[in-house]
Structures are given as C-alpha cells and as structure tokens.
C-alpha cells in the first residue's frame, strides 16, 4: 500500500469535510453576524453592529404571544405523542393483533411523509368535523404526527431491556399497573426524556402541518413566516440567534444526560432501521 | 408473561388514535379526490373520476410534478455527493475528532429549516450577502439575478437542509461496518482504492439507499423553500396543491394531487425497503 497515495487520499477528504462543514454552517453564521447589522439583512460587508435588532425584538408583542402559543403547543403535542407513542412501542413489541404491520406503518408514516400530506388530510377531518381550526388543531397535528418519535425511540429501549425484572416483579405479586411504573418506566427513562426533548424540538420548529391548520393564532414559525413575506428585517435574525443559542443549550443538556440515546442522529437511524422491518 | 388485559391496554389507544387521526385522515383524502366543486363553491358528493382525469390531461400539473422530481433528484445526488464522503471521513479518518464532528453535523439541524431558508434568501438576493461581496472585491459591476428566485436556489437550500438527512444512515452504516473486515481486506492485498469499492461501499449501500429515500421524499413534498427563494420557474407540485386549498378552492382537485403524492411516497419506500433488505449483510 503506497503511503503517498493514502495522504493525498486523506487530505482530499479532509479537504472535502471542511468544504461540507462550511456550506452547513455558512447560512448559521450570516444570520448570526446580520443580527448584529445596523444597515440590514443584505450588504457586505455588514455596517454599523449595533445591538437595535434585539431591543426591537424585545418590544414586539407579537412575537412573544406566538413563542407563548408555540411552547403551548409543544408541550401539549409532547403529552400526547408520549400518551400514546409509549404504549404503541409496548404493543409493538409485546403483542400480536390483526393490522399489527399496518399499524406500525401508519404510525412512522408521518416522519417521512412530507408534511404538506399530514397537514393536509387532517385539515379535510377537521372540515368534515366542522372543527373550527385553533392551536388546539395544531396541537392534535403535531401530538399526532410525532408520536411516530416517541415509538421509534422508546421501541429501541425496549429492545434492549431486560425482561427478567418485569418478570421477578410480576412474579413477586406486583400488578402490571406497578410494575409498568415502577420498573418499564424507570428503566426506559433515558429513552422517553430523550423523545420528549426531540418531540417538544421539532414542535417548535414544525411549520409545514401548522400551516393548514393555523387558526387565529400565530406559532413562532408561522409568525416569521408571515413576517418573511412582508418584507425582511434583522429582526428575525435576532429571534433566531436567540431560539439557535437556546437549542444550543439544550444539545448541551441533552448530551450530558445521554448515556446510550443518541438523541435526534440515532433517532433518525433508528425510524431507517423501524421502517426497514425490525419492528415487525 | 403478559395478560390479555395488558395487551389490549396497551394496544387499543393508540391504535384508537391512529385511526381516527392518521387513517381516516387519509382515507377522507382519497374520498375528496373523487367530489368535485359546483358553481358556488360548495363540495359536491358525487363520485368520478374527473379529478384524475383532468390530472392526465393538464399539461401545467404533469410538467410541475416532473419538475419537483428533477428538483428533488438534483437534491438527492449532491446531498449524496456531500454526505458520503463526510461520512467516510468521519467513520474511518476522524479518529477521537469523531463524537464532535458528528455532533456538529447535527447542530444545524437544530436552526430552524424556515430560518436557514431564509439566511439563504438573504445570502442570494440581488442586493444580498454573496452579490454585495462579489462586488465588493470586484469580482462582478452587477449583481447576479440567477442566484435567487429559480430552480437554483431551490436546489442549493434543500441540499444545505437535507445534506445531514443523508449522512446520518450512510454514517450509521459504515460505523456497523465490522472493521476487521477493513483489515482482512488490507492484510490480503487489496489496495485502499479496491478495498473501499469491495468491501466498504457494497456494505454501506442500505445506508445509502435510506438517506436518498429521506432527502427525495422531503425535498419532493416541500412548498416553503419554492415559495420564499424559487419564483415562478421554481415552482413545485406542493405549491399547486396549496394554491388550490387557498385562493383557487378546489380542494378535490387538490386532494387529488395529494393523494397521488401520498402513494408515489409509499411505492417509494416500499421500494427502497426492498433494495435495502437486498444489500443488508446481517
């Protein structure tokens, strides 16, 4: 094996990697610096840095009201994808029913599905319901569509979860009602946080299914979205540094506390692996 | 080891809550494509096929679908371009550089995608970051009016989005790679070159084949980064569907549209899920 030939091959690829890492983050590190430009979002190279942005942020009401109305619904989306996402990892894995293959598509189906569909078929259901479309919409698109998450991710901690224990405690005359909570909860901690914390995440971020079924009002991205085609101020360069940091901190946090999960990677490779059949 | 009682416990909510929110979601779709709209704008509930029908016969909605495919193609190929080898480089090269490179490539994912949308509008528009510079070092006298508002731009956005999409399994499938196998290869005389296109890319092709199903599927369906950087001649089958929920009510047609999408999306995976079992070696 020719040593030369391997350097120039390595170099190459490191070469390759920069280039990549720096189209990733080139978008990033715009929106960061124009945050900070007095002469607004375009223009090079940026003028005056000035901090106005931000306390124009800060005095804008409605973007708070829809960062409120986005944490709402978060949070509610969470409880119900993890209401029903945990049980449905359960019945994967420990029952046998007619339409068990079905139902495990129907339930992945929504992660990989363009979110144009999901929003939209639920938008007919609502029509049809004569469902006035609110954030309580909204929250029933998001808890529905990511409960997907919360089954891949739970569904792989089970798999790796010793059964001997719920055994000794069945065993030891502890109903299942205990023994789901004192010993199958305790022990798929790490995957159920690691699921709430992707799940409240891609809520946040979530636009395309809100987007059918926004009512009167706004979640963060449908804000700036609104604002986008008004006219484009670092305004919302400054939002999002402030929502980039956030997330930020919570990578950290989540990294801390993970000890096998590897948060929204391995829950990616995880849905391939589920849709692959594994789950069956 | 669990009752009857535990089964049904388990299994019955959520199978509740699928059906009434996935599965008849769906299944109304599919109803709608058959109604059609009377003259004052009311649903009408009888059943045909002229939704479909108008679908074969309209130029403008077979030629926007084909477009989205080649967008959705062209983001496939270079985000395949662009994530593999970073894979590559991190599972075999990055050594204990590893767990932070990796981290990094999931960071921006964690940007909003509307958001890096927009950084991209602001990075390409005639008076934008990149044309102001070019500019600047006098490169150009006149902004370049390619580089946003067409296909372009649609492309270069969804690659930036879905280039982390596509690394992640192809990473995923090269780290499962046994790495003796590697050595075996080297210790029987393979070049690096042969032992790479033997040993480690046939291994790493389910890994493949599910990051292009992700960045094709995604990209195929997207109606934001169309609407904010693709204008007119970037225009996607999302944004006809759109427009037909919105300002030209004709939701039948729409549904009609959606539901074609919907079963293009399932044959898609149902084959990749074909290919993929093929090329797994476990």
New interface residues.
């Given amino acids: 094996?020719s040593g030369t030939?391997?350097v120039q091959?390595?170099r190459w690829?490191?070469f390759?990697?920069a280039a990549?890492?720096a189209?990733?983050?080139?978008?990033?590190a715009?929106?960061i610096l124009?945050s900070f430009n007095g002469e607004g979002?375009?223009?090079?190279?940026p003028h005056h840095l000035t901090l106005d942005w931000y306390r124009v942020l800060f005095a804008d009401g409605a973007i708070w009201d829809s960062v409120l109305n986005s944490l709402q619904v978060a949070l509610a989306a969470m409880v119900i994808s993890l209401?029903?996402?945990v049980?449905?990892a359960?019945?994967l894995e420990?029952?046998q029913?007619p339409?068990k293959a079905l139902?495990r598509r129907?339930?992945l189906?929504?992660l990989?599905?363009?979110?144009?569909?999901t929003g939209?078929?639920?938008?007919?259901?609502f029509n049809?319901m004569r469902t006035k479309l609110s954030l309580m919409t909204i929250i029933?698109g998001h808890g529905?569509a990511l409960?997907s998450v919360a089954t891949t991710e739970v569904f792989a901690g089970l798999q790796k979860l010793d059964?001997a224990q719920?055994?000794a405690s069945?065993d030891l005359g502890a109903n299942?009602w205990q023994t789901f909570w004192r010993i199958t909860v305790p022990n798929l901690k790490l995957p159920i946080i690691g699921a709430a914390l992707l799940i409240f995440?891609l809520s946040m971020?979530e636009?395309?299914v809100s987007?059918?079924l926004i009512g009167r009002d706004n979640t963060l991205?449908l804000e700036?979205?609104g604002r986008?085609r008004r006219g484009?101020t670092p305004e919302?360069?400054a939002v999002?540094t402030i929502?980039?940091v956030f997330?930020?901190v919570?990578?950290v946090f989540w990294?801390r506390l993970r000890v096998r999960s590897e948060?929204?990677?391995?829950a990616?490779?995880e849905i391939?692996t589920a849709?692959?059949?594994d789950a069956a | 080891m669990f009752s009857r009682a535990y089964k049904a416990t388990v299994t019955l909510p959520p199978v509740i809550w699928v059906t009434v929110f996935l599965l008849t979601p769906y299944a109304l779709m599919f109803c709608y494509s058959f109604w059609s709209v009377s003259a004052t704008q009311t649903i009408v509930h009888s059943w045909s096929f002229d939704n479909y029908a108008q679908l074969l016969r309209v130029e403008v909605y077979w030629q926007t679908l084909l477009r989205s495919m080649w967008i959705a193609a062209r983001v496939t190929i270079f985000s395949l371009l662009l994530g593999y080898p970073l894979a590559y480089f991190l599972s075999f090269h990055a050594r204990n550089k590893k767990d932070l490179l990796y981290q990094m490539v999931i960071i921006p994912l964690w940007v909003s995608y509307l958001v890096r949308a927009y950084a991209w509008k602001t990075i390409l528009g005639s008076d934008g970051v990149l044309n102001t510079l070019l500019q600047y070092v006098h490169l150009t006298s006149h902004p370049l009016e390619f580089l946003l508002y067409s296909p372009f731009a649609v492309v270069l956005t969804l690659t930036h989005i879905y280039t982390p999409f596509a690394f992640l399994p192809i990473y995923a499938a090269l780290e499962h790679i046994p790495r003796n196998l590697v050595e075996a290869s080297h210790d029987l005389g393979a070049t690096p070159g042969q032992t790479f296109w033997r040993v480690i890319f046939p291994l790493s092709i389910p890994g493949v084949v599910a990051g292009a199903t992700f960045a094709f599927v995604l990209s195929l369906g997207d109606f934001l980064a169309p609407l904010l950087l693709g204008g007119p001649s970037g225009i996607m089958i999302s944004n006809v569907v759109v427009s037909l929920f919105g300002a030209a009510y004709n939701w039948p047609l729409g549904a009609a549209i959606s539901f074609c999408m919907l079963l293009l999306v399932v044959g898609l995976l149902f084959f990749s899920e074909r290919l993929e079992k093929k090329w797994s070696f476990s």
């Fill in positions: 094996m030939r391997l091959r390595t690829l490191l390759h990697t990549v890492f189209f990733l983050y080139l978008p990033i715009v929106l124009y979002v375009g223009g090079f190279p209401c029903f996402g049980p449905a359960l019945a420990r029952a029913f339409g139902f129907l339930v189906l929504p990989i599905l363009p979110g144009i569909i939209l078929s639920l938008l007919m259901l049809v029933l529905t409960i059964r719920e055994e069945l299942y995440t971020d636009i395309a987007f059918f991205p700036i979205w986008l484009i919302i360069n999002s929502i980039f997330s930020l919570a990578i990294y948060g929204r990677a391995e990616v490779a391939v849709m692959e059949g």
